[in-house]
């Protein structure tokens, strides 16, 4: 099929790109139909038949998903003027676009995609000569930080029951969960600690008492 046949259709088969993948691959579509403005999704369609060549299947299309995401934004906006072309874009209506995924309820994790994506995108464009922008639209402080986990700890109803029966282990098992569970050590440091050249280790616990445990 001549390129122009697919490459101006708004949904794309993963072999028009003449990509040798495995089979599954040769069936996978990547669609355009939710980027509305003409704009993006003519510079959507060259980056994507670019990144596709070394990146996987499952990135292409977060990729895309992001663009649509822009794309919804840049639709909807009533804050500011939906611009024409890339080169219309400003940092105004990107710090619009941080509050519309605020907006739609996305998680820090889903707008730091969201966010590096888009940033990577336009830079992409602007790196290759495709656009020409007026000023710069991110930063490394619009990227919203991951939320620290709260640590886990495991009840002490459950603690007793495994406790219970400890005696029934292999001495050398009992002893390394012993160990685990006096020091507050990670499982990998254990290993680690199991695999060291000193014979003795001096093991320190949270509540200030030292174990001395032979490796």
Same mark, same amino acid.
């Given at each position: 099929m001549p390129v122009s046949n697919w490459y101006n259709k708004d949904t794309w088969q993963y072999s028009d790109l003449g990509i040798d993948g495995n089979q599954a691959d040769r069936k996978i579509t990547f669609t355009f139909r939710r980027i509305h403005q003409t704009w993006l999704k003519t510079l959507a369609k060259r980056y994507i038949q670019f990144i596709a060549i070394n990146k996987s299947v499952h990135f292409v299309h977060q990729v895309i998903s992001s663009l649509a995401s822009f794309s919804e934004y840049l639709a909807a906006s009533l804050s500011c003027k939906e611009p024409e072309s890339a080169d219309e874009m400003t940092r105004q209506i990107t710090i619009g676009y941080f509050v519309f995924l605020i907006n739609k309820g996305n998680t820090a994790v889903t707008r730091q995609h969201r966010i590096l994506t888009m940033a990577?995108?336009? %830079?992409?464009?602007? %790196?290759?000569?495709?656009?020409?922008?007026? %000023?710069?639209?991110?930063?490394? %402080?619009?990227?919203?930080?991951r939320p620290l986990k709260n640590p886990r700890f495991i009840p002490d109803t459950v603690l007793n029951q495994f406790n219970a029966h400890l005696n029934d282990m292999d001495p050398h098992i009992r002893r390394l969960l012993l160990v685990l569970q006096a020091s507050g050590m990670r499982i990998n440091e254990l290993i680690t600690l199991c695999q060291s050249s000193p014979q003795w280790s001096h093991l320190s616990s949270p509540n200030g008492a030292t174990l001395k445990v032979q490796s």
């Open positions: 990577k995108f336009f %830079e992409s464009c602007q %790196e290759w000569g495709w656009i020409a922008l007026k %000023e710069r639209l991110f930063y490394s %402080e619009d990227v919203p930080k």
